[in-house]
């Protein structure tokens, strides 16, 4: 099985249901290929020469992908861009930014190639089973593109107060996408790590290097990680916090569908982050009930009754090395974790699909995937339940 072999093999729009009304915020749609979407930003803000907080955007899109999403620039020129990858079209003015809040779903056209003929006649079965029971709703691989080869996530350390390990697996720790010059930077700080004027002296001029150039500046003795951490782009920190929560969300779902359905009917997907239960078919009352079961997102904000719910949240935050009340920013406070709740399964909408022979790899099928999943909710989780059953 082959996914994503040319960036129009996964297609995704987003939608919203947003019109421009005037305001002081110019809004876009960003149409972007085999780019991510910061990458996407931070082109802009070179090409139209904005400051990175007047920028506003709703999530992350795929990076290895042809999609489309919708962006504001408060006070932004009323006129598009076209640059190498990403193209830019106004489309008017806000009173406010964009943001999540915004999208309504998004529309998938995703082509998996490279099927036997039964690996194809499977896919479509599980497609039919899916548009019956729907899917988990995991956080996908893309959600921990900044674990790194540690596996361990920069905001564990960093909610229980280790700055140093936090700030060491930020900008040391290797991580297979890395390119060449950021595999080079990382390994000096990991072989002269604690000697700040030499890696000051060796490292290109970057966000990283700022950091290293605030330790220099410290008494050896007394090294201030933590302020040395804060200095991270905010943006970045956002990004750590969401992977760990979407990660101990991950654990919470994978519990309660291994309390809600039996163990002939579930089989084993692996993630980024370790295996998860998916399941084949739901019965009537385990349909019911996880149809209408919504998981809180764990953070020390939640405020919940003594009950079977918090005690397996706390569960899962403990087997990760911390306490519910622990899970939390100290410093700086700028940065804090999501609050809200999450769909524990799926249903699809708009579900259609249709098969040939593969142009790229004779002898062999392609499947055509059309359909819309709600704010959040990932193409790729859908593609794994039909081609790993």
Partial sequence: ???????????????????????????????????????????????????????????????????TQHITIRFGAPHGLVHKEIELDYLGQMDRAFTPQHIAGNRFRIVIRDLSAVALDRARAALSEVATSGFPNYFDDQRFGSLGASNDFVARAWCSGDYERALWLALADPNPDDRKEEKDQKAILREQWGKWRDCKAALERSNRRSIVTYLADKPPENPDYRGAFARLRVDMRGLYLSAFQSHLWNQLLSQSLCDTVPV??????????????????????????????????????????????????????????????????????????????????????????????????????????????????????????????
């Avoid at 100290?330 to 804090?336: C, G, V, Y």
């Fill in 1 to 67: 099985m082959k996914l994503k072999r040319l960036p129009e093999d996964f297609q995704v729009a987003e939608l919203t249901d947003v019109v421009p009304a005037g305001g002081d915020y110019a809004l876009y749609r960003l149409t972007k290929r085999s780019l991510g979407t910061p990458e996407a930003i931070d082109r802009l803000l070179t090409r139209m020469k904005v400051q990175r907080h007047r920028i506003s955007y709703g999530g992350l899109k795929d990076k290895h992908a042809h999609t």
């Fill in 264 to 389: 002939d009917r579930r089989f084993s997907v692996d993630l980024k982050t370790g295996p998860v239960p998916f399941f084949r078919t739901l019965e009537a009352n385990e349909r019911e009930t996880l149809l209408g079961t919504d998981l809180p997102l764990p953070s020390a904000r939640l405020h919940l009754d003594p009950g079977p719910q918090l005690d397996r949240i706390e569960a899962v935050v403990r087997a990760n090395g911390l306490e519910l009340r622990e899970l939390r920013v100290k410093h700086p406070r700028d940065s804090f974790f999501s609050k809200g709740s999450r769909p524990a399964i799926i249903l699809p909408t708009e579900v259609s699909e249709s098969s040939e022979g593969d142009d790229l790899y004779p002898g062999r099928k392609k499947v055509a995937l059309s359909f819309e999943l709600p704010r959040g909710s990932y193409a790729t989780m859908l593609v794994k339940r039909i081609t790993e059953c």
